[in-house]
């Protein structure tokens, strides 16, 4: 039949013919997109005890529509990406369902009862014990199962071959590595920030380290990578009283860098803690640098005896865990950047009653992560730096 688009009122006869719902019961639909690629709907029956999400990568950017052609192809990154998390991490993302390559559609477990994780802490959660920790063990699991400590040499290069996600990745090397420090059109930000746009855009140093993330994020195959993990692709809440952390969203996904999965994570746990200490709210967020981190070393360290190359020493583990931390910290600075002079700008910021002081503090500190990410050498050190910003 090949691929055609869905709508709202296409999702019932989709899930039926495609074997994902049985019986006649009445299914209700609704649309709940509000990332800025793909469409999302969410149907239940009538009771609301049976429900299912699908989401579909249209040929073009959702919220730019035709005149942003982008490959529907990316779906394709999105669900192999849910096979290997789903081997190392099943509990940490949605039940995928089935995945249809013909029309872009995976079918997955509704998260509804759930929130994204920046949503709730715009509306002032605290990120409590469970949820940098867990992100910390996922990106430990996913990346340690896919590096040359998780599998053997062959194996690893059929992973990298299979997991291109060229469309994607240029948006990265484009939007996040690149634009913020030149004229483009894409760029914007708030008039209170001219002088340092100006500055940025400017700064031969500062863009000598760019260069140098961008091209470890074009080369550096350390691991597959969720690849857009920021808080708006984390879903949390509560199922029979026990804390729920979900990851979604991994249409980014390759074989890159693993610090770039916990720069993005760790650029948006300090924005949000810009924004409730503008608020006067700030309680964990400050944090969450720390708990993941932590997290994903013990997590990393505990899977090490288990590596498929024992020419890896333990000393060598010491050292490639001083090297992810460093990018990491690099890459946590360009999205920093990138948020708030760049293209896409965040709604922890965007939604404050005056979000000038804050963007300004997290721009400084995005430029000092980068420019000085070997020199701060534990979080402790990232968090002074924080809060010596004016
Ligand atoms: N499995 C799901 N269950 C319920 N809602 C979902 C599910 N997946 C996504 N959503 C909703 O749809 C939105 C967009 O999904 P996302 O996968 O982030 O799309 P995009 O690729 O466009 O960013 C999410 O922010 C969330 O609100
Ligand atoms: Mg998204």
Redesign the pocket.
Known sequence: MGYRILETADIPAYLRERGHWDGSDDIGVRE?????????F?ASDSAGTRTL?V?QALPWV?VAGPSWPLSPDRSDA?ARAYEQLARVAPGTI?AIHGYDPENHALV?????D?R?LRTALNEGAAYGPDTSRRIGELVAQLSFATSDFGLDSAGRKALIAASANPELCKITEDVVLSEPYTEHEHNHWLPELDDLAAEFRADTRLRTEVADLRHTFMTGAQALLHG?LHT??I?VGEREGAPVVRV??P?FSFVGPIGFDLGLYWANALVSAERARALGTASDHADQLRVSWEAFENEFRRLWPTRVDTFFDDAYLDRFLRRVWTESLGFAGTELVRRIIGFAHLTDLTTLPNPAPASRRALLLGRELILHRTELTNARAVRSLAESLV
């Open positions: 709940v997109s509000d990332g800025n690629l793909n469409r999302v969410v999400a989401k959702r999105e949605p997955m477990e509704d998260l509804s759930l994204v857009d708006g692709s879903m979604f969203d249409e």
